[in-house]
């Protein structure tokens, strides 16, 4: 009779709305990181075509980083249009000078990257209403370089956006000494520029926590996740931990009335 009741409350969660954060987060890509292999290769690359009219005066992006090697022109990042001779009009690499926006990088900063250890960055940007533009550069929660240059440009629309190489040609002109050997994890793009904050407040809190989806995120991890890979590019865990009590919690509750103040507990809870 026990384990019926169990049964039973199990399917009242279901049906009231209850999910577990765990479930929701592994939905929208929790613990799984894009690997690029460590014998780098040109082959090695996903490519999307994003909607980026949303952030033509502003954005921010930020991910998880791990780099297998840096020698200062292996691109993790690039997002091109073609339309000038400068392909390339958002460019993140190994090294943050190479963190190249609008043909213009980023000034020397005062800490770069190391290998084999996870790194939390974001690049921010925004036009002011004087026509000037300010991208500032994050790196595990601090800032560590920022530039204001006077531009009429904004962010090109209809381009194509590469994980792994630098495009010297739309979509492609890879070259292997600039392809990336690493892991990205939670990378995602902002239709703000977040503020040092609330950049602050997301490396704190740790590459494995997930939180609440965002009206403020364009484009999510899980639609990474989700676009076409060449090469070797696979999935692997992030090795963040999953709550395995979650189940074992309901026992509990076995014996209990069930009664629409319990689920409302047990929905919050969970």
Not at 1 to 11: E, Q
Not at 71 to 97: K, M
Not at 117 to 132: G, K, L, P
Not at 195 to 207: L, R, T
Request: aromatic share 16%.
């Amino acid at each position: 009779m026990k384990n019926f009741i169990v049964i039973v409350l199990f399917f009242l969660l279901i049906v009231s709305g209850w999910t577990s954060p765990y479930r929701d987060d592994r939905g929208r890509g929790f613990n799984k990181v894009l690997q690029f292999p460590k014998e780098v290769s040109t082959e090695n690359y996903v490519i999307l075509r994003p909607d980026f009219a949303e952030i033509k005066e502003r954005f921010s992006i930020c991910a998880w980083v791990k780099f297998y090697r840096t020698d200062g022109n292996r691109y993790w990042f690039s997002y091109a249009t073609g339309i000038r001779y400068e392909f390339n009009q958002i460019l993140l690499a190994d090294n943050a000078v190479w963190y190249h926006f609008l043909e213009d990088t980023m000034p020397e900063p005062d800490k770069d990257f190391t290998t084999s250890v996870w790194h939390h960055t974001c690049f921010t940007w925004s036009r002011w209403i004087t026509s000037n533009q300010l991208k500032e550069l994050y790196l595990n929660g601090r800032k560590i370089a920022e530039k204001e240059v006077p531009t009429q440009s904004k962010v090109p629309i209809n381009g194509t956006l590469v994980l792994g190489q630098d495009q010297d040609s739309l979509g492609g002109g890879f070259y292997i000494n600039q392809s990336f050997g690493g892991e990205i994890y939670r990378l995602e793009i902002f239709k703000k520029k977040l503020s040092a904050d609330e950049v602050a407040e997301m490396y704190q809190a740790g590459m494995c926590d997930y939180t609440a989806p965002s009206a403020d995120v364009l484009l999510d991890w899980e639609y990474f996740l989700n676009a076409e890979r060449f090469g070797e590019v696979k999935e692997i865990s992030a090795g963040c931990p999953l709550d395995k009590s979650d189940w074992s919690l309901l026992e509990n509750f076995v014996g209990q009335e069930i009664t629409p103040n319990l689920i409302a507990f047990l929905n919050k809870y969970f």
